[in-house]
């Protein structure tokens, strides 16, 4: 069993920036593959980024592409997404995610997730 907990959402004006973390406990961190997602009101939710077990490899979609960086630190079992020039179309619920297997922007196939964090991005 893996627990995660994101923190490090809140209301941020267009263009500025917001460093998610996602911090777990349980079972052996370093051999998950992490994931970013976010839900906005009225949607489904979407993959935002991934990253390997070793950090080595990393994923984006591309509405944040350039924008955004995942990150982890197998040592504080904790994984970054840092945002900036952030958009209103930005604002969404985002959560973190473990799967055992490979890094993959499709959520049915991680196997642990946070509840969420908020983030509110004003024009």
């Known amino acids: 069993q893996v627990q995660l907990v994101e923190s490090g959402g809140g209301l941020v004006q267009a263009g500025g920036s917001l460093r998610l973390s996602c911090a777990a406990s349980g079972r052996t961190f370093s051999s998950y593959a992490m994931g970013w997602f976010r839900q906005a009101p009225g949607k489904e939710r979407e993959f935002v980024a991934a990253?390997?077990?070793?950090?080595?490899?990393?994923y984006y979609a591309d509405s944040v592409k350039g924008r955004f960086t995942i990150s982890r630190d197998n040592a504080k079992n904790t994984v970054y997404l840092q945002m900036n020039s952030l958009k209103p179309e930005d604002t969404a619920v985002y959560y973190c995610a473990a799967d055992h297997d490979i890094a993959t922007m499709f959520p049915n196939e991680y196997d642990y997730w946070g509840q969420g964090t908020q983030v509110t991005v004003s024009s």
């Open positions: 990253i390997s077990w070793s950090g080595g490899s990393t």
